[in-house]
């Protein structure tokens, strides 16, 4: 496994959003297979992704979750050793009534 792909990626969510942390990390995977993707349980409402220790997309700033494409956008930037950007577009989280 190359160094850059090593550590790449951690979520840390809120209990329950385990099957968001399951469809981004099969995703990134999928597209880098030597990525190395973690995850763990974080504190409540929270939905967080780290590209190389650097916080990169934050639920509780945008309020939804991220865009798949805004995910692999930012493995491949930082892939190519490109500076990372904070992902501020997101998805609304479903809200059933």
Do not use: H, W
Request: hydrophobic residues 35%; aromatic residues 10%; charged residues 25%.
């Amino acid at each position: 496994m190359s160094d850059l792909l090593q550590n790449l990626m951690s979520f840390q969510g809120a209990f329950g959003y385990e099957s968001r942390y399951d469809e981004l990390s099969q995703v990134v995977r999928d597209e880098f297979d030597e990525a190395d993707v973690s995850g763990f349980v974080g504190r409540t409402g929270s939905f967080e992704i780290k590209i190389n220790e650097q916080l990169v997309f934050s639920k509780l700033e945008t309020g939804g979750f991220p865009y798949k494409e805004d995910i692999l956008n930012a493995v491949q930037d930082a892939c190519d050793g490109k500076p990372l950007q904070k992902l501020t577009r997101s998805r609304a989280p479903c809200v059933i009534m």
